[in-house]
């Protein structure tokens, strides 16, 4: 009877893991690991986006890293045809290759788990990280080389998130 019951244990848990998979299998990229990449300064060079870095750099969360919140190009090369790679993906690293992408405040909501019925309904980004101008991203074609003239393959202009993360936006 006890080996009946591992059993179907066994079987019964099986299944939910067949069940649930599919679902998390579409949030789930593979890519290269967060060691294998640039430091944040030097992200922010190539990708002509030393004004992020600097705010960054100057907030509460200037030990964290770019890849802390957002998917690298080469984790979506799987999943998204070029043109449709962004910076603005948002996820982490779970290691062994294993990007996991989130929707909504799940990215903030790893080390701030205490602040999601706060202000239930809004993205924390709309409060913390106000919108102020432009950011020309640039793509190069050879990284070894600096974003400049025959090595530029695309510019991508994105509204620029604030990276200081006001704690209280409304009174700063």
């Known amino acids: ?3 009946f019951f591992i059993i179907a244990s066994i079987i019964a848990l099986t299944a939910i893991a067949f069940e649930i998979s599919p679902a998390l299998a579409d949030n789930v990229l593979k890519g290269p690991a967060p060691e294998t990449f640039p430091a944040p300064e030097n992200c922010a060079k190539c990708h002509n986006v030393s004004k992020i870095y600097d705010e960054l750099s100057q907030s509460s969360h200037d030990s964290m890293s770019c890849l802390e919140c957002h998917v690298p190009g080469a ?10 790679r962004t910076f603005c993906r ?7 290759e294993k990007w996991i992408e ?3 405040n799940d990215v903030c909501l790893r080390c701030h788990e205490d602040r999601e019925l ?5 993205n924390c980004w709309e409060c ?5 101008g432009v950011d020309d991203f640039v793509l190069v074609k050879d990284k070894k080389l600096p974003p400049t003239g025959d090595n530029i393959k695309a510019h991508k202009e994105f509204p620029h998130s604030s990276h200081v993360f006001k704690v209280h936006p409304e009174t700063d």
């Open 90 to 96: 948002l996820g982490y690293y779970d290691g062994h």
């Open 102 to 104: 989130t929707a909504g």
């Open 128 to 132: 913390h990280m106000p919108v102020i």
């Open 75 to 84: 984790a979506q090369q799987d999943k998204y045809k070029a043109d449709e």
């Open 1 to 3: 009877m006890k080996r």
């Open 118 to 122: 706060e202000f239930e309904g809004k």
